[in-house]
């Protein structure tokens, strides 16, 4: 047992105890940080509470149906006043959540931490962090159900199971487990609205935003290790010529994941003193959580992330051709 580990009745009854939220996801939210951020929003005005989100940046265009009304885009110390409690979601360590500009050791609250990332640092006075929840919405429907006497509505069953969704990729990643699949089943009970979730988030692409995929497919691919080994790097001319709005690109990298064969996939795109990357592996062998803990940056054992630090293309691409050939051979 971690420091300062506690269940999710635990969770719940610090709930009950306090009055005043304010809820806080990661940088460039996904589904999960975004389902999970408005569904406990939902619960919590639901069940008597006041609460707000802080989300600093623009939402991906698909994720705006699902955004609530209470949710400021910025925030400064003095304004953490007025809450009782902090909660953060999906955030393994402060440095990446959307609070950082302020200095997290000297805020004045009491702060709960429920993540599901194994590289999670326990960093709240009280953290729920289980690596085998395939979601942070999963571990929020377990708070919530722990909560006696609370509604669940059907908006919350939706929004949870937006992040579910998101998280193992419509139930088809190595994550989507017994638990995860019996909560789903609960959630659908519940009255979300699963077939607009999938509808919205795997069947609506804007036709540019598919052609610069078809492109990037075409043009950019690039295969290392007897195919074990397949990236793109995004170049931003292509980004300019089909006007994408990157945020919108979550899901990108199963293009790569797709393809037979591959075991390790990547996406690398410029990013201030380097190379942003994003990491997807098909097998539990393969651990691209120790390849990004590397390379500035970490995630889960299947899906990371970090940042290349070199000046040119072909450097970055050798520092991770080097890394991904290591873990390939590391059996
Ligand atoms: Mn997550």
Redesign the pocket.
């Known amino acids: 047992m971690m420091k300062n580990s506690v269940t999710p009745k635990d969770v719940a009854e610090i709930i009950r105890q306090h009055d005043n939220f304010l809820v806080v996801a990661h940088e460039n939210p ?1 589904g ?2 975004l389902g999970s951020t408005f569904a406990l929003i939902h619960f919590l005005h639901d069940n008597g509470k006041t609460a707000e989100a802080l989300i600093p940046e623009k939402l991906p265009e698909k994720y705006l149906d699902f955004a609530s009304s209470d949710c400021r885009t910025e925030m400064i110390i003095s304004d953490l006043n007025s809450f009782d409690c902090i909660i953060m979601l ?1 955030i393994p360590n402060p440095q990446r959540a959307s609070l950082s500009h302020i200095d997290f050791n000297g805020i004045p609250l009491p702060v709960i931490n429920i993540d ?1 990332h194994p590289d999670n640092i326990f960093y709240a006075k009280w953290n729920l962090v289980d690596s085998k929840a395939a ?2 919405a999963d571990i929020l429907f377990s708070i919530f159900r722990e909560s006696k006497g609370a509604k669940i509505k059907p908006r919350t069953a939706d929004l949870l199971m937006l ?1 579910i969704v998101m ?1 193992t990729g419509g139930f088809r990643f190595d994550n989507t487990s017994p638990k995860v699949l019996r909560h789903a089943a609960e959630l659908l009970e519940m009255k979300a609205d699963y077939h607009n979730i999938i509808k919205k988030m795997f069947f609506s692409n804007p036709l540019p935003q598919q052609q610069f995929q078809a492109e990037l497919q075409l043009k950019h691919l690039r295969t290392a290790f007897n195919g074990q080994f397949a990236w793109f790097f995004i170049p931003p001319e292509l980004v300019r010529k089909y006007n994408v709005d990157m945020r919108n690109t979550e899901g990108l990298i199963e293009a790569l994941r797709a393809i037979r064969g591959t075991e390790i996939v990547a996406i690398m795109q410029p990013r201030d003193q380097g190379f942003k990357l994003s990491l997807r592996s098909k097998s539990p062998r393969y651990s691209v959580g120790t390849i990004a803990r590397k390379l500035n940056g970490g995630g889960h054992e299947m899906a990371a992330g970090g940042l290349i630090k070199a000046s040119i293309l072909e450097n970055a691409e050798k520092i991770l051709l080097t890394h991904v050939e290591r873990e390939l051979n590391a059996l």
Do not use: E, P, Q
């Open positions: 996904d999960d940080a999906d599901h979601a942070t992040g998280d």
